[in-house]
């Protein structure tokens, strides 16, 4: 039998649609049902290699890790990564294609649907139910004619649609029964139900007003689900990147630079006593961090425009360490080159001099996981995402000892800097390495099991409007 599916769209970007996938995934899974995540293009510069050297959306890692499985390039088969000045890095299957304007990726989509199908088909025969995370809002009327991943996808597919509001941030009624007013009928018709989330407090108060939307829209409602504060799921887009820290606390102790084109930003959501900086700011800092960028050369010309490369400097000069990741290790260097144009137009970029190295723009993206140890002894899994290559001008103190014996990165006194994203994400290396506080991961089985038992106590008749019949089952047009 063809494969079940189920889309899950949203009113509106970060309303939880990945959040839902991913509880739906580990509460299938409990049931014994093999089960597997897709969305056919994701917007996003926080990435993560896959077993076959290809990157995805981390939002469909996880999914895949609720799902007990090891995240694969079909599950996210395009990955749109902003690189700034109304371009993106487009990558296909895992693997860099070509970066272009927003008008010229959309005279490829015919091709690229292709691709999309093509990744489907392959989950399609496998698993017994996938679960497909759309982007945005499915409304976007003006992008109806290239949607690739909201119902123009879930019509080639027969899928039925699960549609998600968000109550926290207001104005659920309209966002909801909006929505489905701008649907064409051909959509209107997949979707079976709705869900609200974030609900907080007092569930009973909304009774009226759940009994309002059944009504108004002719669907059932799949449940009144509530705010968890305390689980948190790694961030897929810049709406999830920390704000700027208006109010600096005193006791404050490392200011992570929040870079207009930030890439993988989640490498920072276990530090404590950290705040997020975009000019600077009289107060001294233990630890300042460059976090990695799409666009290296444009971020560095950035903090040079605010003032933030003579701040850096004097910080340094004062006692402050500081940490360089990926693009923020190219920046602490000498010069940045793109003889090239990878980046952009050929230019050669002065860095920080903070470090004797040249970084040199190269078309090869290094995607692939590395697992290294400290002079301590310290294991760190991380992963690298990067297209340049970092040449010392001199022998410098690697940070890592690699798996395979290679060093990596930089550690010098007053200065750190690794390609390897996911180190900080190492409470033991935070604290023995860079002397900083942080939080202990939790187990990602706990988390799982906790959006499982979530979605089990609050959804009302998933298997009656999903599982029951033959809905859902898979029509590949």
């Known amino acids: 039998m063809p494969a079940r599916c189920l889309f899950v769209g949203g009113t509106a970007s970060h309303v939880g649609k990945s959040w839902f996938v991913t509880a739906m995934g580990a509460w299938l899974r409990r049931r014994g049902i093999s089960v597997a995540p897709f969305k056919a293009q994701n917007m996003s510069n926080n990435s993560y290699p896959c077993i076959d050297g290809g990157e995805i959306g981390r939002a469909q890692v996880v999914q895949a890790w609720a799902c007990g499985l090891e995240p694969e390039t079909a599950m996210n088969p395009i990955l749109l990564k902003p690189a700034g000045d109304s371009r993106c890095q487009v990558v296909v299957r895992g693997k860099v294609w070509k970066t272009v304007s927003a008008r010229e990726y959309y005279q490829h989509c015919e091709a690229l649907r292709e691709e999309v199908l093509r990744a489907w088909s392959e989950l399609a025969a ?101 705010f968890l504060d305390d689980v948190v799921l ?67 010309r950035w903090l040079k425009q605010r003032g933030l490369d003579h701040w850096i400097r004097a910080q340094h000069r004062a006692g402050s360490q ?57 294991r760190v899994e991380g992963y690298e995402i990067h297209m340049g290559v970092t040449v010392p001008a001199e022998p410098l103190p690697a940070l890592f000892t690699l798996e395979d014996g290679a060093p990596e990165g930089v550690r010098l006194p007053g200065v750190v800097a690794t390609y390897l994203h996911g180190a900080l994400r190492s409470a033991e290396f935070v604290r023995r390495v860079l002397g900083l506080a942080a939080r202990l991961a939790p187990a990602f089985d706990e988390i799982a099991n906790r959006l499982a038992d979530w979605f089990e106590e609050h959804n009302c008749g998933f298997e009656k409007i999903y599982l029951s019949g033959s809905g859902g089952r898979m029509v590949c047009q």
Request: charged share 25%; net charge negative; proline share 8%.
């Open 322 to 378: 500081v940490v360089g990741i990926c693009g923020g290790y190219q920046m602490l260097g000498r010069r940045v080159e793109d003889p090239l144009g990878i980046e952009g137009p050929p230019t050669t970029e002065p860095g920080l001099d903070l470090l004797p190295v040249v970084t040199t723009m190269a078309p090869d993206k290094q995607v692939r996981r590395r697992i290294g140890r400290t002079a301590e002894g310290l």
């Open 126 to 226: 496998r698993y017994e139910f996938l679960l497909i995370e759309g982007a945005g809002s499915v409304a976007e009327v003006n992008l109806q004619p290239f949607d690739l991943v909201n119902f123009g996808f879930a019509r080639r597919v027969g899928a039925p649609a699960l549609l998600v509001a968000d109550i926290d941030r207001g104005g659920v009624f309209a966002s909801l029964l909006g929505t489905l007013q701008l649907l064409p009928a051909e959509d209107r018709r997949l979707v079976r139900s709705f869900a609200i989330n974030r609900f907080r407090g007092d569930r009973s108060l909304f009774d009226e007003g759940k009994q309002y939307l059944e009504a108004a829209s002719g669907l059932p409602c799949l449940g009144v689900f509530p």
């Open 234 to 300: 790694e961030a897929e887009d810049s709406l999830s990147v920390p704000p700027v820290t208006e109010t600096i606390p005193p006791e404050a102790t490392c200011a992570i630079v929040r870079l207009p084109r930030i890439s993988n930003s989640t490498d920072f959501e276990l530090l404590e006593g950290a705040v997020w900086i975009d000019r600077p700011v009289p107060q001294r800092f233990h630890t300042i961090v460059l976090p990695g960028t799409k666009n290296t050369i444009a971020d560095l």
